[in-house]
């Protein structure tokens, strides 16, 4: 079905015959972990006591987090996109958690809550992804 270029790897237990099911398996599995991720990550914070105490901070740290989105989003269809191709086990695995973890870490920043954490884990994972895709081959 797919050219032997466009194969994608396999996860564990799933036939090899079926490339196309793999990128399918890999690529819902982004989208769902990042739902999950954003929807956790809203539940766990409360902007009303932030943005009533100083409101100029508040709307300052939405820009922010508005601008990491954009970089979230970009970084999560760039994987989406990647996923269309042969990867790794591993460089997947590193790709799926790290898009996860940006989707969390720009909803935890939009919700004013756990900031400078949320700062970190948005850091680590966008590091984290350069170099999977720097050390992917």
């Known amino acids: 079905m797919f050219p032997?270029?466009?194969?994608?790897?396999?996860p564990a237990g799933l036939p090899a015959a079926t490339p196309a099911a793999a990128a399918l398996l890999?690529?819902?599995g982004l989208i769902a972990g990042c739902a999950?991720?954003?929807?956790?990550?809203?539940?766990?914070?409360?902007?009303?006591?932030?943005?009533?105490?100083?409101p100029a901070l508040g709307r300052l740290l939405r820009g922010m987090a508005m601008i990491k989105g954009l970089?979230?989003?970009a970084a999560v269809s760039v994987?989406?996109?990647?996923?269309?191709?042969?990867?790794?086990?591993g460089a997947a695995t590193t790709y799926l958690i790290a898009c996860w973890a940006l989707?969390?870490?720009?909803?935890?920043?939009?919700?004013?809550?756990?900031?400078?954490?949320?700062?970190l884990l948005f850091h680590v994972a966008a590091i984290s992804m350069l170099w999977a895709?720097?050390?992917e081959r």
């Open 79 to 89: 994987v989406l996109w990647r996923f269309g191709w042969r990867v790794s086990r």
């Open 133 to 135: 895709g720097w050390r």
């Open 26 to 28: 890999l690529r819902g």
């Open 36 to 54: 999950t991720a954003i929807g956790i990550a809203a539940w766990m914070g409360d902007p009303g006591a932030c943005l009533q105490a100083d």
């Open 103 to 119: 989707a969390a870490a720009t909803t935890l920043i939009w919700q004013l809550s756990y900031i400078l954490p949320a700062a």
């Open 4 to 10: 032997t270029a466009l194969r994608t790897a396999l």
């Open 71 to 73: 970089m979230a989003l």
